[in-house]
């Protein structure tokens, strides 16, 4: 009977639950929602909207939807439209929310400036009718705009985000793009700098080399972070229509930056002209007709040198040295030979090495990079390599897999000579000459001393 009884309280328990949040909880989120609609100023949704026309500071400007997502500027003719910009304009006015009414009557609309309103918002629906709002000055606390439906007297107050959603300059409604591709699709870059030899470079699977003006690896950070801040790149503002090709500079560019798009199988080229002010260019991109001004980022990359764009690393360790089991560091005639066993190096004489100062040696050589390279080198006596003062061997398996040496100290720039595999000689830093210019007694693993008893 205690057993009945309880499945009687705890189905008790679960209708009164029941009732508290259909009546209170789910009721006061209806009557929320149904408090958010009244207060909506028009019905509908934005894919209801075909057109939308703004009227600000004397200007008209008007486009039409041409896709789901997808405008086109009417008025003024022949401009690119930022679509994005368009759909979120559409997305917000079937929600733009009144407030508290401010004059229900027809009044003189000058003292709320809707008698020359910031900005008008028509939209015209599909079904052929118009809804249009118009948004004047600011309340005195300046959280609220006066506003009012064209179509009717009342005026009312409506928070400022509704307006600035529509308070946009001519720039805001074009496309601000500066290149249209994706990154991914590029599979070669050119770049025809005025007095400077041109740079090509090419994708070779996951990695990019360079043609031109010669042989050797790229830096793929370099190449794919140039490549982004083209693709990301939004120009701030466009020339007026008095600059033309002439008067741009961009009839003869300096920079031509030609990028290849392997899906599209076509080039996509930005140009660059003059300079109209510090640290800005007239740019364009070549399949289409307006002239922007950017800043000065993309231009100046291309007015590095062919060692900006290469690959700078001293060697190539595959995953980041893990294979390597075998250093073998000459200095003079002093030969230091450390062997991987497990997770732990071992000197020759069977002590245990500092694994961290092992790994340390490794991860300066895999993260090195040249501050020089010498492609075409003198004698390598030069250099101090043809008797180096340290050399190191990696092997793994009894197989040599790199070899580096460093020769003397260099002055300008400042660091030490090395050479690994290949032909060229690099400048490094002295820090990573320091991680090899070692003794045993460098490496060795202290044992330390047993704790003594006390008395």
Request: charge should be neutral; aromatic fraction near 8%.
């Amino acid at each position: 009977m205690r057993f009945k009884g309880t499945t009687v309280l705890f189905l008790v328990f679960v209708v009164l639950g029941a009732f508290v949040y259909f009546t209170e909880f789910r009721g006061k989120e209806e009557k929320a929602k149904q408090e958010e609609t009244k207060k909506r100023l028009f019905p509908g949704e934005a894919k209801d909207i075909s057109e939308i026309t703004l009227e600000y500071e004397g200007r008209t400007v008007n486009a039409v939807r041409k896709g789901e997502k997808t405008w086109e500027i009417t008025n003024p003719a022949g401009l690119e439209p930022d679509s994005e910009t368009w759909e979120q304009m559409a997305t917000s006015f079937p929600l733009i929310e009144k407030d508290d009414a401010v004059a229900t009557q027809k009044t003189d609309l000058a003292p709320y400036g809707l008698d020359k309103p910031a900005v008008k918002v028509t939209a015209k629906l599909k079904s052929g009718s118009s809804q249009s709002v118009l948004f004047g000055n600011e309340n005195p606390r300046k959280t609220f705009n006066y506003a009012k439906r064209g179509d009717t007297d009342e005026v009312f107050l409506s928070a400022s985000t509704w307006s600035s959603n529509f308070k946009k300059s001519l720039t805001d409604l074009r496309n601000k793009r500066v290149l249209d591709f994706e990154t991914d699709s590029i599979d070669a870059v050119r770049i025809s700098a005025a007095g400077k030899p041109d740079i090509e470079i090419q994708k070779s699977g996951m990695d990019w080399l360079i043609k031109k003006p010669q042989e050797a690896r790229a830096d793929n950070g370099e190449v794919s972070g140039f490549l982004s801040s083209i693709q990301f790149s939004r120009t701030s503002a466009f020339a007026g229509d008095d600059i033309d090709a002439k008067a741009s500079g961009l009839d003869t560019p300096a920079v031509r930056i030609t990028l290849h798009d392997q899906k599209a199988n076509a080039d996509k080229v930005l140009l660059f002209g003059k300079s109209p002010e510090k640290d800005k260019y007239y740019a364009k991109d070549s399949a289409r007709m307006p002239i922007f001004i950017l800043g000065m980022e993309i231009y100046e990359k291309t007015q590095q040198s062919l060692f900006g764009w290469r690959d700078k690393s001293v060697v190539k360790l595959e995953n980041s040295g893990s294979g390597i089991d075998e250093i073998e560091i000459l200095k003079g005639t002093e030969k230091l030979v450390l062997k991987k066993a497990g997770s732990d190096w071992t000197l020759a004489d069977g002590k245990k090495a500092q694994s961290g100062k092992v790994s340390d040696m490794l991860t300066a050589l895999e993260s090195g990079r040249a501050t020089q390279i010498l492609d075409t080198p003198a004698s390598l006596g030069s250099y101090g390599l043809d008797r180096p003062r340290v050399s190191a061997n990696l092997r793994q398996g009894g197989k040599d897999l790199e070899s580096v040496k460093f020769g003397r100290e260099s002055s300008n720039p400042a660091g030490v000579y090395l050479k690994a595999s290949g032909a060229a000689v690099m400048i490094v830093g002295k820090e990573l000459y320091d991680k090899f210019d070692v003794k045993m007694s460098d490496l060795v693993e202290t044992q330390s001393s047993p704790a003594q008893p006390s008395k």
